[in-house]
């Protein structure tokens, strides 16, 4: 048999194996564009528009975009999410000093949403609270009757002492009748200050309730709850008719 024709099968199989190499190399090719065709598809498109008009887009965070907003585009170029610009320390902390201010004040809105709320519940209607200012007085008069009726008592309890002081004239009183009349004295004087604080503790309590009235009033009649802002009085006389 001649060398010609041996060669023949040879090259036959030469060929069936460099269609396989590049039968794997294609395939290897192919799992290497799927795996970053997954993985762009799962980081997201980072896209930016620069000042020149240019639109750049990148499978990651675009440099030449870190001082302007980046768009985040899911595989379709619906928009997933925006990559705000980076910041310095100082923009840092002046955007974190904001952000701090902007939920304080919205936290300030949901509280007086929320005393709003409690004040209506508490009060559906003018009655109500007219029974709350009511009972809110009515405490604060009882102390008043008891601290007149207190000195009453000691001006009972000093009439006695006076007319023992009638045997003294022009003569000093016996320490122990001095201490006497003193502690009657600082006993009524005690008792006057409490009533002259109770009458102040109407007087709040009345302006209080007043501007709660003027305040149910416009929130009855369809005024936003949260709208009207803080009252004046630091305490509402909700609270004090409990």
């Given at each position: 048999?001649?060398?010609?024709?041996?060669?023949?099968?040879m090259?036959?199989?030469?060929?069936?194996?460099?269609?396989?190499?590049?039968?794997?190399?294609?395939?290897a090719?192919?799992?290497?564009?799927?795996?970053?065709?997954?993985?762009?598809?799962?980081?997201?498109?980072?896209?930016?528009?620069?000042?020149?008009?240019?639109?750049?887009?990148?499978?990651?965070?675009?440099?030449?975009?870190?001082?302007?907003?980046?768009?985040?585009?899911?595989?379709?170029?619906s928009?997933?999410?925006?990559?705000?610009?980076?910041?310095?320390?100082?923009?840092?902390?002046?955007?974190?000093?904001?952000?701090?201010?902007?939920?304080?004040?919205?936290?300030?809105?949901?509280?007086?949403?929320?005393?709003?709320?409690?004040?209506?519940?508490r009060?559906?209607?003018?009655?109500?609270?007219?029974?709350?200012?009511?009972?809110?007085?009515?405490?604060?008069?009882?102390?008043?009757?008891?601290?007149?009726?207190?000195?009453?008592?000691?001006?009972?309890?000093?009439?006695?002492?006076?007319?023992?002081?009638?045997?003294?004239?022009?003569?000093?009183?016996?320490?122990k009748?001095?201490?006497?009349?003193?502690?009657?004295?600082?006993?009524?004087?005690?008792q006057?200050?409490l009533?002259?604080?109770?009458?102040?503790?109407?007087?709040?309590?009345?302006?209080?309730?007043?501007e709660?009235?003027?305040?149910?009033?416009?929130?009855?009649?369809?005024?936003?709850?949260?709208?009207?802002?803080?009252?004046?009085t630091?305490?509402?006389?909700?609270?004090?008719?409990?």
């Amino acid at each position: 048999m001649s060398a010609s024709v041996l060669a023949l099968p040879m090259l036959h199989m030469n060929s069936i194996l460099v269609s396989g190499l590049i039968f794997m190399c294609a395939c290897a090719v192919n799992a290497q564009a799927l795996a970053q065709s997954s993985s762009v598809k799962a980081a997201g498109i980072y896209s930016c528009t620069l000042p020149d008009g240019r639109r750049l887009t990148s499978d990651r965070p675009i440099a030449e975009c870190t001082a302007r907003e980046q768009r985040i585009l899911n595989a379709d170029g619906s928009q997933r999410a925006v990559l705000p610009p980076f910041l310095s320390p100082e923009e840092r902390a002046a955007q974190e000093a904001k952000e701090r201010r902007l939920a304080a004040e919205q936290s300030a809105r949901n509280d007086a949403v929320r005393r709003d709320r409690n004040l209506m519940m508490r009060f559906p209607n003018a009655q109500m609270h007219q029974q709350a200012r009511t009972l809110a007085l009515d405490d604060v008069m009882k102390g008043i009757e008891i601290s007149e009726r207190r000195i009453k008592e000691l001006a009972q309890e000093r009439k006695p002492l006076l007319d023992e002081t009638e045997f003294y004239k022009g003569k000093a009183l016996p320490p122990k009748l001095k201490q006497q009349l003193d502690r009657n004295d600082a006993a009524a004087l005690a008792q006057q200050q409490l009533i002259g604080n109770s009458r102040a503790e109407m007087v709040r309590i009345n302006a209080r309730y007043d501007e709660e009235l003027a305040r149910l009033k416009r929130l009855w009649s369809g005024t936003a709850p949260g709208s009207l802002g803080a009252m004046s009085t630091q305490d509402s006389a909700a609270s004090s008719a409990r």
